[in-house]
Every structure is written in structure tokens, then in C-alpha cells.
């Protein structure tokens, strides 16, 4: 079965230094989004995107937070200058186009545990 | 209110029991509905989509009413294996952001 494969697995850093999170989606997918889970809290979207730019973001993606897709496969979350609620479970996910992500449904990595210390 | 609402639980359930969740969502704009399962610390994974008809896979039924924004999930024939968070999601359109509920803990007990 395909798989949206993240690394790290977890990440250790220290307020005020920059992360790069990296995600490889599912190679058909064309869709691509991050979100986190700070525990024991709700999973909530960060951004969404497709044909290389941004077709959505939330409020918690203000400017410390940037996506790139530097080549043809992997999908990166760079947070500038973390802070300490920045720490959480990052999971990115990928979808196919249109009814097939109804039926189907979006398929999250098995995500990046960052703290920031 | 908030966008999508669950119970948190805990549902603690003996093993054989039917147990139901029920979901209710704020945007009549929504458009695709699905319950998906998050085990302790892992990503969620998708249980099912929930379509304006019901549907049904094995011990797992969704129905979804429109009128009343409510989204709810059947499990017949509990397993110790079904022991879980189950996540509420909704979503405009395909390919647009997911909105989950908080989640709510099933726990199977033997």
C-alpha cells in the first residue's frame, strides 16, 4: 500500500533555531498538506498545496512557517525561528485530484514529533 | 460554535458490545464527510467516507443527515482491536482543508 513517508520521526531543537520537516507523498498524489496535533489537543490544518504554490493556509501559518517542493517528490515544512508552542505532532498528507479524495480520503504520514526546548 | 463537535469520551465498552458516536458539524456548505481512527501518538487513518446514503463496510456503519448536520458511526461486534480515537473530519470540497472534531476514545474492555 502506498505510503506518505516523513522524516524525522522526531525532531529535538532549541527556541529559535529553524526546522525543515520533510515528507515524500504518494508519487500520484497532487495534493499536499501539513498539519499538527499538539497532544492531547485536535489535529488542525496548517496549509494546503497543489501545482506548486499554496492553495490554502490557516491562521497558525504566519510567517515563520514556509513550504517548498524542491524536487519532484519530496514536500518540506520549514519553521523559521521556533518557539516553544511550536512544539507538536506534524503530519503531512497527501490526496489525489478530485472524487477520488472523497472516496478515498487523504493519506497522512506517520508524522514528526518536534519539541522545542 | 465550534466547526465539528464529538463527545471526547472515554467510551468504555465490553468486547461484543454495539457502540455509536455521533458528530455534528457548524458549515451547511460541507460537502464530504469521513470518520477516520487515530491510535495513541500515530497519524490518523482513514475508516471510512460517509456518503448522503449511509454505507456500510463490515461491523462499520455511517449515516450522514443533512438537515440536521449530524454525522454518526456504528461499530457492531466490538473487538479489543477497535480500541481507538475516532475522528470526526469534514471538508468543503475534495482536495480542501480537513476540519476534525476533538475525538472521541473507545476503549474495548475484555
Known amino acids: 500500500e502506498p505510503e506518505v513517508t516523513q522524516t524525522p520521526s522526531h525532531q529535538v531543537t532549541q527556541m529559535g533555531q529553524e526546522v525543515i520537516l520533510h515528507c515524500v507523498p504518494i508519487?500520484?498524489?497532487?495534493?499536499f498538506y501539513w498539519y499538527r496535533q499538539i497532544l492531547g489537543q485536535k489535529v488542525e490544518f496548517l496549509v494546503s498545496?497543489?501545482?506548486?504554490?499554496?492553495?490554502?493556509k490557516s491562521e497558525i501559518f504566519d510567517d515563520q512557517f514556509s513550504v517548498e517542493r524542491p524536487d519532484g517528490s519530496n514536500f518540506t515544512l520549514k519553521i523559521r525561528s521556533t518557539k516553544l508552542e511550536d512544539s507538536a505532532m506534524y503530519f503531512c498528507?497527501?490526496?489525489?485530484?478530485?472524487?477520488?479524495?472523497?472516496?478515498?480520503?487523504?493519506?497522512f504520514g506517520s508524522g514528526t514529533r518536534l519539541t522545542v526546548v | 460554535r465550534k466547526e465539528v463537535e464529538q463527545d471526547p469520551g472515554p467510551f468504555n465498552v465490553p468486547e461484543g458490545a454495539t457502540v455509536a458516536f455521533n458528530c455534528t458539524y457548524s458549515n451547511s456548505a460541507s460537502q464530504s464527510f469521513f470518520w477516520y481512527r487515530q491510535d495513541c501518538r500515530k497519524e490518523p487513518k482513514l475508516l471510512m467516507s460517509v456518503y448522503s446514503s449511509g454505507n456500510e463496510d463490515g461491523r462499520f456503519t455511517a449515516q450522514l443527515n443533512r438537515a440536521s448536520q449530524y454525522i454518526s458511526l456504528l461499530i457492531r461486534d466490538s473487538k479489543l482491536s477497535d480500541s481507538a480515537t475516532y475522528l470526526c473530519?469534514?471538508?468543503?470540497?475534495?482536495?480542501?482543508?480537513?476540519?476534525f472534531g476533538t475525538g472521541t476514545r473507545l476503549t474495548i474492555i475484555p
Open positions: 498528507a497527501s490526496s489525489e485530484p478530485g472524487d477520488r479524495a472523497l472516496n478515498y480520503g487523504y493519506t
Open positions: 498545496f497543489y501545482n506548486n504554490e499554496i492553495s490554502e
Open positions: 508519487s500520484n498524489h497532487l495534493y
Open positions: 473530519v469534514v471538508t468543503l470540497f475534495g482536495n480542501e482543508k480537513l476540519t
